[in-house]
């Protein structure tokens, strides 16, 4: 029996131990899923993650769930039971579980709030029994042929890693200064009730995370908002059959150019906000839009001052800016996880990337499986795998999709005298 540790217990960890929990049902022999996760699952898209306060609508449709787009091709010759068995986890069967499906389609199928979307991955966490180890990591080493997941009172020892989730949302441009808010501290606040009042308030970045941001501040008493991105305007992201089926089938993705890939996911999914956020901006006369990169940012006379840079042609133009509140809404690192490689794990990287260990080189190096090429143990890193397998893997666009690559993989097992795969850092005694 191997092990796959995966570090976070969001959609991804739930999609993968759900369909290995299916195929264990078949007969088949497949990784036993252990999740890592500090405060619980589907956290992230409680008020208790930093991400959200929960009450927001879900931007993908609810139907894209677990196991969606329930086109398996794991088992010759079973993958329609595979996709059957699947359906018992669907969103539907949750709605059925809980006695609200006739609610939902009466009210014609609305989005459900971010809270209710992790009710359901709760629900399907627990129907498939994860495997769930509380704590927050500190470390990711290499144990000979194994990941070593360790947190304060346990390590998890694994035949494959993979990692997901964006990472902490507390980081701010000047952590401290209460004219400055990081993710977590808004979502924090707009939990609370706590209604912001403010002149000026600058929202700095043009994706989700931004816009769901921007359509909170919609309700606090401000009198402006100025939108800080690096594009010339804010963009909406295209919602229409041809762009969502590049997310749920990226068949076609493989033969496109690096360029193609990279101009389809800036016009659909990187830097854009939903058309219904745009069509909320259209309505506010409130919002402004200021194009550049924020280079400095300096508390001064009651205010935030933020330097703005930004190319006009051959020339980089600066310009300074004074906000009464500003919150820094500029999303994940996407690499956020390396500062918490051992360097034995960083060499390890580096070798197999042939190179330093960057965002580009990562994403270039993702395989089909959604592991980086070259790299023993696996290392599976989905939300790095857009650009090379297509946008809906490191999003909820195909999870029903990411879980076969993954559990498709080959892994190899170790041998019978290493450690067992949960230890107590104080004892290194299985826990049950």
């Given at each position: ?425 104080d004892e290194q005694q299985p826990l049950r």
């Amino acid at each position: 029996m191997t092990t796959l540790a995966v570090l976070g217990a969001g959609a991804k960890a739930v999609a993968v131990a759900a369909k290995a929990s299916v195929l264990r049902d078949m007969g088949i022999d497949t990784p036993d899923i252990i999740a890592v996760e500090r405060i619980g699952v589907g956290a992230n898209w409680q008020a208790s993650g930093g991400w959200t306060d929960g009450v927001h609508r879900l931007g993908t449709s609810p139907e894209k769930d677990v196991g969606f787009p329930y086109r398996s091709s794991l088992v010759p010759r079973r993958n329609a039971e595979l996709d059957e068995r699947m359906t018992r986890y669907s969103w539907q069967s949750f709605l059925i579980a809980t006695a609200s499906f006739a609610e939902w389609i009466d009210r014609g199928r609305p989005a459900p709030t971010h809270g209710r979307w992790g009710q359901y991955l709760r629900w399907v966490a627990d129907q498939v029994g994860l495997n769930i180890v509380q704590g927050e990591v500190d470390e990711l080493a290499v144990a000979g042929d194994r990941w070593a997941v360790h947190t304060h009172d346990t390590t998890v020892y694994a035949e494959a890693l993979m990692i997901t989730g964006p990472g902490q949302a507390e980081r701010s441009l000047l952590p401290g200064n209460p004219r400055v808010l990081s993710i977590a501290q808004f979502w924090d606040r707009a939990a609370a009730h706590d209604r912001i009042t403010a002149e000026r308030v600058a929202v700095i970045g043009g994706g989700e995370t931004a816009a769901s941001i921007l359509d909170e501040l919609f309700h606090h008493r401000v009198s402006t908002i100025t939108v800080i991105t690096p594009q010339v305007t804010l963009f909406t992201r295209g919602e229409s059959f041809f762009e969502n089926s590049l997310f749920s089938d990226p068949t076609d993705w493989a033969a496109l150019t690096l360029e193609e890939r990279r101009d389809a996911i800036a016009r659909t999914d990187r830097g854009v906000f939903s058309a219904s956020v745009q069509e909320a901006l259209l309505a506010d006369d409130r919002i402004h839009h200021l194009r550049g990169r924020v280079a400095h940012a300096v508390p001064r006379d009651g205010q935030i001052r933020l330097t703005l840079s930004s190319n006009r042609g051959s020339e980089n133009l600066e310009t300074v800016h004074g906000f009464d509140l500003v919150i820094d809404a500029s999303g994940a690192d996407p690499m956020w996880f390396t500062s918490l490689f051992s360097q034995d794990a960083l060499d390890l990287l580096e070798l197999g990337l042939g190179g330093p260990l960057t965002a580009d080189s990562v994403q270039e190096a993702i395989g089909y499986d959604l592991s980086v090429i070259d790299v023993t143990p696996k290392l599976f890193l989905p939300n790095l795998a857009g650009l090379n397998q297509g946008p809906g893997f490191p999003n909820l666009s195909c999870l029903g999709l990411l879980s076969d690559r993954v559990l498709g993989a080959e892994l190899r097992a170790s041998t019978p005298a290493d450690k067992p795969a949960i230890s107590r850092n104080d004892e290194q005694q299985p826990l049950r």
